[in-house]
């Protein structure tokens, strides 16, 4: 469901479905899932993610 939010979501849907510690957990997994945009701009948004 993460993936999909970060492709499809809008900007209001990412706090309401996003579960930030489990995103911290995924996101290894995720980048590679994401294409180079979403990857992007979640890192250039969320400093943690790097």
């Known amino acids: 469901m993460h993936r999909t939010v970060l492709h499809e979501g809008l900007s209001d849907d990412l706090p309401r479905y996003l579960n930030q510690d489990l995103l911290l957990d995924m996101w290894p997994v995720l980048r ?19």
Request: hydrophobic share 40%; no cysteine.
């Open 32 to 50: 590679a899932l994401v294409d180079r945009t979403v990857r992007t701009v979640q890192e250039g948004a969320f400093s943690r993610l790097t």
